[in-house]
């Protein structure tokens, strides 16, 4: 589909998804400034009143950048918000969001009609996080404007299920706004999404090792020398199953192939800051994808390469399909 205008500004078809604890205001304002849309969960911001001052930072920022650059404005950022009971922040962080009109809200765990009925009156635009198609049909119900398919692969909470698998079921019955997640670390991937049916590749594990991220130097250092071989899937931490990185595992002492399984009805996000929370905060998650990141570099020089390698993927996507296509 055509992208909306909120979009009109994007140097390549990306969102950077919100990672937990790593992004912040430095990570997100620098993503949307090289042209692609910057996120955070809103419960990075903590305490509560953190929010508000991140949202005025972002909103500042990106607009002083604009009245400098006016032929080359910055991406829009969007704040991701997780809908699950368990978090008590919500109709809060919602408030905030309102107040400094968020472009972009990303959901995540559960649809709520209330929350996009939100957003829709001050003009946002809603991307719901799915791991399977029945999710999708229900979150498209309830009135999220596009949905993001999180397939094998993807850091951080993710689904089983082939993104060629999952972006097809989709677009059988849905013809907006498709953001695909999962194991994207090049730019040669980004086209790939496109080519499943995506709209937009939607990627995270590749913003850890930057200069920006709120990530410690030595998780940085972990993305740089891990590959698809180094990811565990587990639900052990949250109660959802999602990827993370061999060795923090194995650097709090436990068996990474022989992890227990969690209680899914004890979902835990730290939302309440509570110490099951804190023990599992050196487990690193990760994505399949990161076996191409091979330096900690800025954001800038990152989303510079992706774009030289989406360039040269199309490039060669063209010639290849040249003979078939007549």
């Known amino acids: 589909m055509a992208l909306p205008p909120l979009f009109a500004n994007l140097r390549l078809p990306v969102i950077a998804s919100p990672l937990f604890i790593i992004s912040g205001p430095e990570l997100v304002i620098a993503q949307c400034k090289a042209g692609v849309v910057g996120s955070f ?8 009143s953190q929010l508000d001052e991140w949202l005025h930072q972002i909103t500042e920022d990106l607009a002083a950048h604009n ?35 968020v472009p972009l809200l990303i959901t995540s765990l559960g649809a709520r009609e209330d929350v996009y009925n939100a957003a829709h009156g001050w003009g946002g635009i809603v991307l719901h996080d799915v791991i399977n198609d029945r999710f999708a049909r229900k979150a498209i119900e309830k009135g999220a404007d596009g949905l993001i398919p999180v397939a094998a692969g993807a850091g951080g909470h993710a689904g089983a299920q082939s993104p060629f698998a999952l972006v097809q079921e989709i677009r059988t019955w849905f013809d907006g706004l498709v953001a695909l997640s999962g194991a994207i ?15 937009l590749a939607y990627i995270g594990s590749a913003w850890i090792a930057t200069h920006e991220a709120r990530a410690m130097d030595a998780y940085k250092q972990a993305i740089v020398d891990s590959g698809a071989d180094d990811i565990v899937y587990s639900n052990l931490f949250t109660g959802v199953h999602g990827n993370y990185l061999r060795s923090s595992i194995v650097n709090a ?41 091979t330096a900690i570099e800025s954001v800038a020089e990152r989303v510079a390469r992706f774009e030289a390698e989406y360039r040269a993927a199309a490039a060669d996507l063209a010639a290849n399909t040249a003979p078939f296509l007549g």
């Open 41 to 48: 969960p809103s419960l990075n911001a903590r305490p509560i």
């Open 253 to 293: 002492g436990m068996d990474p192939d022989n992890l227990p399984e969690s209680d899914p009805s004890k979902m835990n996000f730290g939302s309440g800051g509570n110490s099951e929370a804190k023990a599992w905060k050196d487990i690193w998650g990760s994505g399949q994808g990161i076996g191409t990141i």
């Open 67 to 101: 009245r400098a650059h006016p032929d080359q404005p910055a991406a829009p950022f969007a704040v991701n918000q997780i809908v699950h009971r368990t978090n008590n922040r919500l109709e809060e962080d919602m408030a905030l969001c309102a107040k400094w009109q």
């Open 185 to 199: 670390g090049h730019g040669r991937s980004i086209l790939a999404a496109q080519a499943t049916g995506a709209d």
